[in-house]
């Protein structure tokens, strides 16, 4: 069997001691595709932002391609380096709620940006790399425009094609489409759904749950401080077994499958 993309072993992460979430464990195999959800304030974006380091996480351990990331063997918890981080940064992409997109760059500067400064790559190389990538989520006609002449679907787009820059080895989404008047929404699920399609490996944070049904391999339900309940779509969106579960979905019920 291939080795698990990334493998979440008992993690836990609390805030001034007050804790989000403990013993998370999570394998994620390559094409997986884990949507992550639960109610606001559940922990979502806080694993998902473990996963990269942005939160070090306090307890348990991480591994990405079947390495170790950060040093548990003296250190609890875990020690990260500056060097190990960086790495880990160009295999674990990222996309968030609010685009953060540089204001001051150009869309395929925005795209180019890592290529350049963490990659170490030439900037004509960079930017062919870039429209190329813009190209996939189809906006290599906005190269040259600013962040700000975008809509937000079209913004959103732009993050999407940041990371697949960097050719992750997994990519994170957080809550992607949250941030967009619902006329934009389309745009950006029809986006990451071509990357599900071409079988990369993905977590993905959100609340439209008929798309998650629908592009999803597994759901990942986060309440009462862990991974409540997980299993295939089928299982955990329509026969869920637990009453967190249910009361989660019987709350969104606007979705269609
Ligand atoms: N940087 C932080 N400092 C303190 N508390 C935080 C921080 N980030 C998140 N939290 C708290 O952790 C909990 C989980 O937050 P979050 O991961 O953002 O939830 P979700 O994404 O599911 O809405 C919340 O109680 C939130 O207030
Ligand atoms: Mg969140």
């Given at each position: 069997m291939a080795d698990p993309v990334l493998r979440l072993t008992g993690l836990g992460k609390s805030f001034d001691g007050h804790r989000v979430f403990s013993d998370v464990d999570l394998e994620v195999l390559p094409g997986d595709r884990i949507a992550i959800l639960g109610a606001s304030g559940s922990g979502k974006s806080t694993l998902l932002r473990c996963v990269n380091v942005l939160e070090t996480p306090d307890e348990g351990s991480m591994e990405v391609g079947g390495k170790a990331v950060g040093d548990n063997t003296r250190n609890r918890p875990a020690r990260y380096s500056e060097r190990e981080l960086r790495a880990l940064r160009q295999r674990v992409g990222m996309v968030f709620q609010q685009f953060?997109?540089?204001?001051?760059?150009t869309v395929a500067g925005n795209v180019a940006e890592g290529l350049v400064?963490?990659?170490?790559?030439s900037t004509s190389a960079a930017r062919e790399r870039a429209v190329s990538e813009l190209k996939r989520v189809g906006?290599?006609?906005?190269?040259?425009?600013?962040?700000?002449?975008?809509?937000g679907g079209q913004k959103q787009r732009v993050a999407i094609a940041r990371a697949l820059a960097m050719d992750p080895e997994i990519l994170l989404f957080d809550e992607?489409?949250?941030?967009?008047d619902p006329a934009l929404v389309g745009e950006v699920l029809s986006v990451i759904k071509q990357l599900a399609d071409e079988g990369r490996t993905m977590l993905l944070v959100t609340h439209e749950i008929g798309f998650a049904y629908h592009v999803a391999t597994r759901i990942v339900f986060l309440a009462d401080g862990g991974i409540y309940e997980t299993g295939t779509p089928d299982e955990v969106?329509?026969?869920?077994?637990r009453p967190l579960t249910q009361q989660f979905l019987a709350e969104h019920q606007r979705f269609q499958f």
């Open positions: 953060n997109l540089f204001p001051h760059m400064t963490v990659r170490g790559m906006l290599a006609d906005k190269a040259d425009t600013y962040p700000s002449r975008l809509s992607p489409t949250s941030a967009l969106l329509k026969n869920p077994k």
